[in-house]
């Protein structure tokens, strides 16, 4: 008898086992052992069935997203599946010729890194005790061979609050005693304002880079007994931003001419006592430009009317965004060329994998392989029209290969399942998607943007929301100057030091102010800044 004529024991969902104890001695008092064997096969089997559809559930409910999507990573997370995993990094590596070579092995460096050469050495003086300065044979006091430095430490001194007195220079005329001069005083950022350029610089970075809340400030600052009081800080900080304004809508010019643009906006909360919920959601937007600029822009809400606006009167070249309606202004009215993001194409395909659907394993593995031949590219170093040759001869046949089993499994995946979203996706947006292999500008993803939205992301677990939307903006600028400083490779809180002391000293000229030129300045000492 086959297990599936073979009728149930029990319910497989909620089995009686007294119920089975009863139908096992039946069936041995009756000799039919084929089909008890039967039974308890076919109440095995039913049992798999809805323990794997359980895995699957609970597999895409326990973490939605976990910070590895690495190929190995994924089929761990998909039940009963031993294929051996893809590899991202791209093919295997030709095995290592194992015979042993003659001759002096290369030199590598190991154990303690060498500390960087431009920070200042404090010098810590050991000395020898006073009661071993004296010889034992000769009672004679000893002198000094060599002072040798045995180990480098790196190490702070933590911050120190000082109170800066401005003393202002009277002199006048000895003979006559009639010419009498007073140096000036200089602007200053706030009239009779109690904080010091350098606090209010601080302050500014550590707010809206290292998502500092102005409360913690003041909170530190009464540890060491300093009256620092938050609001204080804030609406100096704002007025310092607000110094900067020539220098932000400078950069949001460039980046919006550049010939390569690629933009993104997530959610800002916004403090509204009219608001229903005392919170509204606004909207931020980054647009980077030439992988140099970077213009953050607060809006209202993200609709599509308020990018229009940003985009009025322009015209744009190559642009890469995400999928979304909201981004078909910038081939309609700005007329750039849209790209596609190819990580959002693959993210279908991982969540459709970590649901438990095997058959998304072959479209993330061709996916693997074209994303190496960018990543070889980057890792070699070449210029774009290099890059976009190495795509023509390398990625171009991986695209079609990934075409063709797109083709294929649209006709046998469900539309509705999570494959079938995914490859609807890809589907619809193939032409963006592939605009990479058209366009020497576009990129493969999105991701660079993602990344420099990434600080107001963390930052808004922090603040919860802004206070009112003159916040916002001034929150939107003081972010286009920090991350305009990281693309250039310049540290924000050394430009925004010296460019403040350049605006209180009446400088006018809009180029001596811009972040370009203070790079092209400090391109001996500058140190690259992880973006």
Request: charged share 25%; net charge positive.
């Amino acid at each position: 008898m086959s297990a599936a004529k073979t009728p149930p024991i029990t319910s497989a969902v909620d089995p009686d086992l007294g119920a089975v104890e009863t139908f096992i001695a039946d069936m041995i008092a009756k000799g039919a052992v084929a089909a008890l064997v039967a039974a308890i096969v076919a109440l095995l089997v039913k049992m798999r069935e809805l323990n794997t559809e359980l895995m699957r559930k609970l597999a895409s409910k326990s973490r939605k997203r976990p910070p590895n999507e690495a190929m190995r990573r994924l089929q761990m997370e998909l039940p009963l599946i031993w294929a051996p995993a893809a590899n991202d990094a791209g093919p295997a590596p030709p095995p290592k010729d194992k015979t042993k070579k003659r001759g002096a092995k290369v030199p590598r460096a190991h154990g303690r890194p060498q500390l960087p050469a431009h920070l200042p050495r404090v010098a810590d003086v050991r000395q020898v005790a006073a009661d071993l300065r004296t010889c034992p044979d000769c009672h004679v006091e000893v002198a000094r061979i060599c002072l040798k430095t045995t180990a480098e430490k790196l190490d702070v001194r933590p911050s120190q609050f000082i109170v800066l007195q401005t003393q202002l220079e009277t002199c006048s005329c000895p003979r006559c005693h009639r010419y009498i001069v007073t140096a000036d005083k200089g602007d200053e950022v706030l009239d009779r304002g109690i904080l010091g350029d350098e606090l209010l610089v601080q302050s500014l970075v550590d707010h809206y880079d290292d998502a500092v809340p102005w409360e913690r400030m003041e909170r530190n600052a009464r540890q060491e007994n300093v009256p620092l009081a938050a609001n204080t800080v804030a609406s100096s900080v704002g007025r310092v931003i607000d110094l900067f304004d020539p220098v932000v809508r400078q950069l949001r010019n460039r980046c919006l001419s550049s010939s390569f643009t690629a933009l993104d906006a997530t959610r800002m909360p916004v403090l509204d006592p009219l608001h229903p919920l005392g919170i509204k959601s606004g909207a931020l937007w980054l647009i980077e430009g030439d992988h140099r600029y970077a213009c953050f822009l607060y809006a209202p809400s993200a609709h599509a009317e308020h990018l229009k606006k940003f985009f009025e009167g322009r015209t744009l070249g190559s642009v890469m965004c995400d999928g979304s309606a909201t981004n078909n202004c910038v081939e309609k009215e700005a007329g750039g060329k849209r790209g596609g993001c190819n990580a959002h194409g693959r993210r279908g395909l991982v969540e459709a994998l970590r649901r438990g659907d095997a058959r998304a394993v072959e479209g993330l593995d061709r996916y693997a392989k074209i994303f190496h031949v960018d990543a070889e590219s980057k890792r070699l170093g070449e210029s774009i029209d290099q890059r976009f040759e190495r795509r023509l001869r390398h990625s171009a046949p991986l695209v079609a290969e990934l075409r063709a089993w797109l083709d294929r499994r649209l006709g046998d995946v469900e539309p509705r399942s999570v494959l079938g979203q995914a490859l609807g996706y890809l589907d619809r947006q193939w032409s963006r998607l592939m605009a990479f292999l058209r366009d020497p500008l576009m990129e493969m993803t999105n991701n660079e943007v993602e990344s420099g939205l990434r600080t107001w992301v963390l930052d808004r677990k922090t603040w919860l929301f802004v206070g009112h939307e003159r916040s916002a903006r001034r929150a939107a600028d003081a972010l286009t100057l920090i991350r305009t400083c990281k693309r250039m490779g310049i540290n924000p809180r050394a430009y925004l030091r010296d460019t403040l002391a350049k605006i209180l000293a009446g400088e006018k000229h809009l180029t001596a102010l811009l972040p370009e030129t203070y790079a092209s300045s400090h391109a001996g000492t500058a140190r690259a800044v992880a973006a």
